[in-house]
């Protein structure tokens, strides 16, 4: 079983900064992709961005592209998630999510979730 849990959501000013943590436990990790994945209240789960098992490939959400960066630390089981020039529109909980999608930015696939962090960005 693989556990997540992530870190590092709060409130921030528009044009602010936070960095999002995800641990995970348990053996799959180094060799999985992992996903940003966020929610509003009403609206599906979109997805925001991945990183492959190694680092080598990693695809954004248009809506973030330029502004949020994701990497990942195999040896501490983290993955982060740098988000910069915050705006309003980025308020959400944010979720980090393990497995091995066909396709990364689909929801399938991917195998284990963690609780979810807030992130408000105030106007």
């Known amino acids: 079983q693989v556990q997540l849990v992530e870190s590092g959501g709060g409130l921030v000013q528009a044009g602010g900064s936070l960095r999002l943590s995800c641990v995970a436990s348990?053996?799959?990790?180094?060799?999985?992709?992992m996903g940003w994945f966020r929610q509003v209240p009403g609206k599906e789960r979109e997805f925001v961005g991945g990183?492959?098992?190694?680092?080598?490939?990693?695809l954004y959400a248009d809506s973030v592209k330029g502004r949020f960066t994701i990497s990942r630390e195999n040896a501490k089981s983290t993955v982060y998630l740098q988000m910069n020039s915050l705006k309003p529109v980025d308020t959400a909980v944010y979720y980090c999510?393990?497995?091995?999608?066909?396709?990364?930015?689909?929801?399938?696939?991917?195998?284990?979730w963690g609780q979810g962090t807030q992130v408000t960005v105030s106007s």
């Open positions: 999510a393990v497995g091995w999608p066909a396709t990364m930015s689909g929801m399938s696939g991917y195998r284990y």
């Open positions: 990183i492959s098992w190694n680092g080598g490939y990693i």
């Open positions: 348990g053996r799959t990790f180094s060799s999985a992709t």
